[in-house]
Structures are given as C-alpha cells and as structure tokens.
C-alpha cells in the first residue's frame, strides 16, 4: 500500500454561496444558464453566520471565485492509485482479471477501504460486501448525496471501467475537504459489490439488492458458481454473510438519498470522436437478457443426408440472424442487439450438433420497442423449432430491467459545474448499464461520462488520458457540492 497518498490537513472554512451569483453577466439563481444552481463564491459555516450576525463583523475573507473554482486534483496520486489497484489481478498486466469475493478482490476492497480512511471517510460495509464512505454534513439528518461505482473487473479487461467512479469519487471528496467546503447533506461514496456478472451470472449484484429485490435475495440462497461454491460460501470467504444473514438487511428505503450520480468512462467513442471533455448522461438504456436452447438429433457429418439432419447448430445460427435483423427493423438507432454466447454439444468437427445453447442480450432506451425484439425473437424460436424438427427446449428471459432516467435536477446541476469549470459537454444516452439503473429505483439519479481511447472497455487496451479523469473529477466534486446544499 505503500503508494497511496495520505493526503494532508484539510483547510478550515468553507465556499459555497446559496444566494444568486452571477455567470457571464447572468443572474443564475433562477436558472440562468446553470439551472437554477448557484455558480462557487464562498458559503458560510453555520456557527460563523450566527457569530457574524451577532457581532456585525466578517470572520474571515471570502475566497476568491478563482481559486475556489480551480479545484486542485492530486493527479500523480490518483494515477499511481489507479495503477496500484490494477496489480490486484488474477492475470497479468496490461490486463485486469478482479472475480468477486475471490484473494485479489478481498485485497482490493482492503486497499478501497483504506484510502477511505485516510480521507477521513467513516466506512461501513454490508452483508454482501458494499462499501460506504461517508463525510458527515452540517446537517446530517438531512437524506446524503452518494456517488460510486464498482471495482471487479471481468477476465482480461482494463483497468478503468468502474475504478475511475470509486477512486475518482474519493478523490474528488478530498478535493472539496482541502478546499474548504463543508456539505449541508452527508457525501457518500459507494463501492458496489459485483457489478459484473462474471462469477454468478447476476450483474450490478450489490445495487440490485440495495433496490430491495426480493427475488435476487432469494435466488441467492441457491446460487452457485461453475465450480459449485454457493453464493454464501463465496461471500464467506471474503468476510461477509458471516451468518446466513437475511438479504433483506441490504436493502435500502426509497429517499435514503437525495441524489446518487457515478463517474464513470464513456465505454463508447463519442466524446473522443468529437474532442468533448464530458457527458451529461440523460438515461440508460433498458438491458434484457435471454437464455436458449435447442435439441436436434445429432449424427455422423458425413453419414447423415443433409435433408434427413435435424441440426440444433444451425437452428442456432439461423436465430442469431433473426436477433440482427429484429433489431435493425426497430427503427431507432438506440435499439441493439448481440448474442454473446453461442455453444454447440458435442463440439466436433465430424459430428453433427445435436445441442445448442445461445445467450442474447438485447437493449432500448424505450422498454416497448425492446420488448416487441423479445417477442419477435421468441416467436422466430418457435418457428425455427418447428420447421428444422428441434426441440426448443429452453427460452427464458433471465432479467428484462426498466430503463432509468437522470433526473434534471442532476442533470442540471452537472450541466452547470461544466459551464463554471469551462468544460465542453454534451447530453447523451448510456447504452451500457450501470449500478446507477438500479440506484434509481431508490434515489434521483445521473451519471457523468470522461472519453476513454476509441471507446475500447472491457479488454487491456481500455485507457482514460489522467487529464480527462480529472476534468471528470473536478465536475463530480463541483456537482456533489451543489447537490449537497440543495
């Protein structure tokens, strides 16, 4: 741990003004070109506004709006933070192999938990292993603002995807301690647990149950991995369901923030193809995961005539067609579709397929133009079973989520720290999902994305520039701290 950068003292009083200020010669209390969000001055301390109406004097000198708004990023930490936290793989570097629960992801949330500390975070963990940071406000009662995301990393991915909403997310909490700022509502940062599907086939794990899902709470009681380790003995392993505890005790109640925004890299090439330092993301696209299977009769490849062959692998790859051309008779850009996953039993060269598996992903902004996909998928399916005499023997929908919708509020509120911080953004949608679609199911919710090199994520190759990560940093603490006083 030894490259973790204990940060230093953090600097008395505090910055933010809640009254109107002005931007560009325009009074933007009322919405002007920040959405109804106060551009940086300086705020007072409750206890210093008592005092100085009651003396009729200022304690101290307000900070310059210069300074205030230079939000200083200790890049040389963040970076050797990033590249510390890629060493904890299972494969070696470029790549980033990190399976939840497993030595290196225990290892990793001792190294999150840490820089935690150090940041004077008070942390706290749940029964599958959430991770929260919190920065008490000067009115704690109040419901926090949060942010986050994940740490895990898929076999052989990159070491950005996720990481940049956890690190960053600290870091950015550091840069507002050190520059004075103190939050009406608590900050949180959030390490979700299992955003990535890779050990139990359930991705954004963490967020789903702090949703409240019941029926992910119970499935888990009957989860096993492909080396049939249940869920519970995992989570054992890396100090967690100590005793069978219900789930339900994860689950968090509707407004038990006011708002949760994640950092995250676009996993796209948009920002970079248009030189835009960041992305205000208005919603998420709504994912749908499919599970199917055919049985045919299987044979010799060469004994068996071609129209006596009931061939589950070309039942296969004949709806694999259908999921293409499904999609792209949608009409919209936004609806997409990828079988990911397409086995053949028994996997010879010689020998007719008499099994077939496929996993579909399919995903829409818009819930019924995506389901209308699933139908038609489903129907072609059916038609192809009959027609090549196989046996449709499994098509379930293993999860069919709702799309979510950054709240304006957010969205405004990061389209306004973008404006005061002179950084160039733009609306967009996330095709990915995120643990933000399931935080919204409890909380308003938005998302900023920073470019990352030709849209890559998911493989080594994937890279953020450490200047776009903290021009990523500096909107999220920005915007943390409007969200804060509001």
């Not at 931007?23 to 109804?36: F, H």
């Not at 249940?230 to 994860?250: I, M, Q, R």
């Not at 938005?446 to 450490?466: D, L, N, Q, R």
Request: proline share 5%; hydrophobic share 40%.
């Amino acid at each position: 741990m030894g490259s973790i950068h204990p940060y230093g003292s953090h600097c008395g009083g505090s910055w933010l003004d809640e009254a109107a200020v002005m931007v560009d010669g325009k009074n933007c209390k009322d919405g002007g070109g920040g959405g109804g969000f106060p551009v940086i001055t300086s705020h007072n301390d409750p206890s210093n506004k008592i005092m100085e109406d009651f003396s009729g004097y200022p304690i101290h000198e307000p900070q310059s709006q210069d300074s205030l708004l230079s939000l200083s990023v200790d890049s040389e930490s963040l970076q050797k933070q990033i590249d510390e936290l890629s060493t904890l793989s299972d494969t070696p570097a470029p790549s980033v192999t990190r399976i939840l629960y497993s030595e290196k992801d225990v290892l990793a949330r001792r190294f999150i938990k840490n820089l935690m500390g150090l940041s004077g975070l008070s942390v706290r963990e749940d029964a599958v292993g959430n991770i929260f940071g919190r920065w008490d406000g000067y009115e704690p009662e109040l419901a926090p603002v949060s942010t986050g995301s994940h740490i895990d990393a898929i076999p052989y991915s990159g070491k950005y995807d996720g990481v940049i909403g956890v690190l960053g997310a600290i870091e950015a909490i550091n840069v507002l301690k050190e520059s004075g700022f103190k939050p009406k509502r608590s900050l949180e940062v959030i390490m979700f647990t299992s955003e990535e599907p890779t050990r139990f086939g359930i991705s954004c794990l963490g967020s789903r149950l702090l949703a409240g899902s019941k029926e992910l709470a119970e499935l888990l009681e009957r989860t096993v991995d492909s080396q049939n380790i249940s869920f519970f003995d995992a989570a054992k392993f890396a100090g967690y369901a100590n005793h069978l505890e219900d789930l339900t005790s994860v689950f968090l109640k509707k407004g038990s923030y006011s708002a949760f925004i994640e950092l995250h890299i676009e996993q796209g090439p948009i920002l970079e193809e248009e030189a835009t330092s960041i992305g205000v993301v208005t919603a998420i696209a709504a994912p749908a995961s499919i599970k199917v299977d055919f049985e045919g009769n299987g044979g010799h490849a060469g004994a068996v005539l071609m129209p006596m062959r009931n061939d589950a692998g070309l039942a296969a790859a004949e709806l694999a067609l259908a999921v293409e051309k499904f999609v792209l008779e949608s009409g919209s850009i936004d609806t997409v579709g990828t079988v990911g996953i397409l086995e053949l039993h028994p996997g010879a060269i010689n020998s007719i397929p008499s099994k077939s598996h496929l996993e579909i992903d399919t995903r829409d902004i818009d819930e019924k133009r995506r389901n209308v996909v699933i139908e038609k998928i489903h129907q072609s399916a059916l038609s192809i079973s009959e027609n090549r005499g196989v046996k449709l023997s499994e098509f379930k929908i293993v999860n069919q989520d709702p799309p979510a919708l950054s709240e304006d509020l957010i969205t405004m509120a990061t389209e306004s720290a973008c404006q005061e911080l002179n950084l160039t953004y733009k609306k967009m949608i996330s095709r990915a999902y995120h643990d933000s679609l399931f935080m919204a199911r409890i909380s308003p919710m938005g998302m900023i994305f920073i470019p990352c090199y030709k849209g890559y994520s998911h493989k080594p190759e994937e890279f953020a520039a450490i200047e776009d990560i903290v021009n990523g940093v500096r909107v999220l603490a920005l915007t943390l701290a409007k969200l804060s006083l509001a």
